[in-house]
């Protein structure tokens, strides 16, 4: 089945630091990735996803490329705010049969500070 | 657009005891998930449906039920608490294709005492 392997945490950085968490996969087929972020007390939010090799994702000053020759998907953004303190998780879905269940890592714990 | 709504937010139980959350999504998706969610163990899937009156095993089912009656409200069920089930649950939902995200509710806080 599906699996991936996802920075260990917690991470913390200062404020405007340039940031990676990494993530890798393996599933069957020709997988989606998903990039997620949960901030303290709430429900996961979609962050970002690309849908094919080579592609990037990007939302919120986050980037990420699909990179299907190391099956790896890791998380950037270059400089970092207090607000992005949260809880990021990395998720592919795969394209075949069986896709209905989207695969989560644990989670990195990222915290910023000022 | 509601997207998610889980019902309560945070509930008290005893031992022993029964409750129903409940899940409703207004984006009429096909796919319906439970999961829970507790410190250090991200999260991990209890029940899911691929469509009304379907409904299936995760990978931490036991102790729990689930109904999907209607397409739009997928329910999960206690039948006898137990202090191990005290966790964060979260509710998700999604269309079929893979390139497709989830969209998640707010959570429900449930503590057994």
């Known amino acids: 089945g599906d699996s991936v392997t996802q920075m260990e945490g917690p991470v913390t950085l200062s404020e405007e630091a340039f940031l990676t968490i990494n993530c890798t996969y393996t599933?069957?087929?020709?997988?989606?990735l998903f990039w997620y972020v949960q901030y303290p007390g709430e429900g996961l939010q979609l962050l970002l996803k690309?849908?094919?090799?080579?592609d990037k994702g990007s939302n919120k000053g986050f980037e990420a490329t699909y990179r299907k020759e190391t099956t790896s998907f890791h998380l950037e953004k270059g400089s970092v705010q207090v607000s992005d303190s949260a809880v990021y998780f990395c998720?592919?879905?795969?394209?075949?049969?069986?896709?209905?269940?989207?695969?989560f890592g644990t989670g990195t714990r990222l915290t910023i500070i000022p | 657009n509601a997207g998610v709504t889980q019902t309560p937010k945070f509930r008290v139980l005893k031992t022993g005891q029964s409750m129903t959350l409940l899940c409703a999504q207004d984006?009429?998706?096909?796919?319906m998930y439970w999961y829970r969610q507790d410190p250090g163990m991200g999260l991990r899937l209890i029940h899911y449906?691929?469509?009304?009156?379907?409904?299936a095993k995760g990978e931490v089912p036991d102790g729990y039920n689930v109904s999907r009656l209607k397409k739009q409200n997928f329910l999960l069920g206690l039948e006898s608490a137990a202090p191990s089930q005290t966790s964060v649950y979260f509710c998700?939902?999604?269309?079929?294709?893979?390139?497709?995200?989830?969209?998640f509710g707010s959570g429900t806080r449930l503590t057994v005492v």
């Open positions: 998700a939902s999604t269309q079929s294709g893979s390139f497709y995200g989830y969209t």
């Open positions: 599933a069957t087929g020709y997988p989606s």
């Open positions: 690309a849908t094919k090799a080579d």
């Open positions: 998720a592919p879905r795969g394209a075949n049969f069986g896709n209905e269940k989207l695969t």
């Open positions: 984006m009429n998706h096909e796919y």
């Open positions: 449906s691929v469509g009304e009156g379907t409904t």
